[in-house]
């Protein structure tokens, strides 16, 4: 069976017992008055329905409708994560106090009573964490590092880098904070900007129907726009995206090395997920690094920050890799710290420097909770 498909069948069988999961323990929990219980299904019929059409149909396509079933369903999504994660942690409690025999008896309209009161809680204090959470991501940071590299660049002394990755360009993207994003990069002066993957979020409709290469043409940068693949590019047109994100400038590095003013050398690795998607590996670090000098600088970019020692063995100076988003949302947060050798931050091993980008938007809910929305400045001093 094609992998598309067995997502997507995945995708709905899963997304169908989560809704009826929370569905079922909300109903149990709400006044039983007629009106109240056909407002209630009413309401979640349109969050499931929205998410479901939003999630599958936005990997084709772009429109209005679809537009608004994404918006409805990715704000949503953040709610289902919270709401599943209380009603289990609920539960887990209510086992307890069964299994320990401690479980006070009272009436049973006192206890409804107190699935209602409980009820009104958990989602008012969800409400109040998904606002903070979207100002939160709202918010984009500039993270500074200033770093040395202990080689000699040409006549360069020093290199500032823009580093840009997880723009997630969907349909709930505004063009506001593209134009955020860009402003904050040219405010900054940059010698050459770095995108790392994931700049579209599945298919590049939504921005190419809104216009918003235009956006990017306002970057400005002495050496350009250079940019590698993530795993969201995969899952639509990868060549369609490629085609149409190099009209506005920016230069798509696929397993290819490439000397910039005599100084130093950039490698943009292919995406792992070309593996699974394309069926054909990448090509290896050695063999990438295997005619290049390694006097001069060497700066590479890899979405997916797998495999650090292979920068290492391979006589990299600067790795710079996002996809982790840190988690995103807490506490997710926690789950990625366990996958990831770095799930966020700057390492050093060696005389190897590492960042690994929280990203500057989000993948799927809007939201950023215990987590930054970053653009990263590295200020490079060579010898």
Do not use: C
């Not at 709400?30 to 939003?54: D, E, T």
């Not at 593996?275 to 001069?296: C, M, P, V």
Request: net charge positive.
């Amino acid at each position: 069976m094609n992998i598309t498909i067995v997502f997507f069948v995945a995708f709905f069988i899963i997304h169908t017992a989560l809704h009826y999961y929370i569905f079922i323990r909300g109903w149990q929990a709400i006044p039983k008055r007629l009106y109240i219980g056909w407002i209630y299904s009413s309401i979640f019929f349109i969050f499931y329905i929205s998410s479901l059409l939003g999630f599958l149909l936005q990997r084709f396509t772009y429109s209005p409708l679809i537009s608004l079933f994404s918006w409805i369903g990715h704000l949503w999504h953040g709610a289902v994560l919270y709401l599943f994660i209380s009603i289990i942690l609920i539960d887990l409690l209510r086992l307890l106090l069964k299994l320990f025999r401690f479980y006070p008896k009272v009436p049973k309209e006192s206890y409804q009573r107190i699935k209602q009161i409980l009820l009104i809680t958990v989602t008012s204090i969800i409400i109040i964490v998904l606002v903070i959470g979207y100002r939160n991501a709202a918010n984009i940071k500039v993270t500074g590092l200033h770093i040395n590299v202990h080689k000699k660049a040409g006549q360069l002394r020093s290199l500032n880098v823009l580093m840009v990755s997880d723009i997630h360009i969907n349909s709930i993207f505004t063009k506001a904070k593209l134009e955020n994003i860009v402003n904050k990069i040219n405010s900054l002066h940059p010698d050459i900007v770095l995108f790392v993957g994931d700049i579209v979020d599945n298919v590049i409709e939504p921005f190419k129907q809104r216009g918003m290469g235009q956006i990017l043409l306002k970057i400005e940068s002495k050496y350009g726009i250079f940019a590698v693949l993530g795993n969201h590019e995969f899952f639509g047109d990868v060549d369609e995206t490629i085609n149409h994100l190099s009209k506005f400038r920016i230069r798509f590095l696929r397993d290819r090395v490439i000397k910039i003013d005599n100084s130093f050398f950039l490698i943009g690795r292919e995406d792992l997920s070309s593996e699974r998607f394309l069926l054909r590996k990448r090509k290896s670090l050695k063999y990438l690094t295997a005619n290049i000098d390694k006097s001069l600088p060497i700066i590479l970019m890899d979405h997916q920050p797998f495999d650090l020692q292979e920068a290492y063995d391979n006589q990299i100076d600067l790795q710079l890799s996002g996809h982790t988003h840190n988690g995103q949302m807490f506490p997710l947060t926690q789950i990625v710290k366990m996958i990831f050798e770095v799930s966020w931050g700057y390492i050093q091993k060696g005389g190897v420097h590492y960042y690994i980008t929280s990203g500057v938007g989000t993948a799927g809910a809007p939201y950023r909770i215990s987590t930054i929305s970053e653009i990263v400045n590295i200020k490079i001093d060579f010898d």
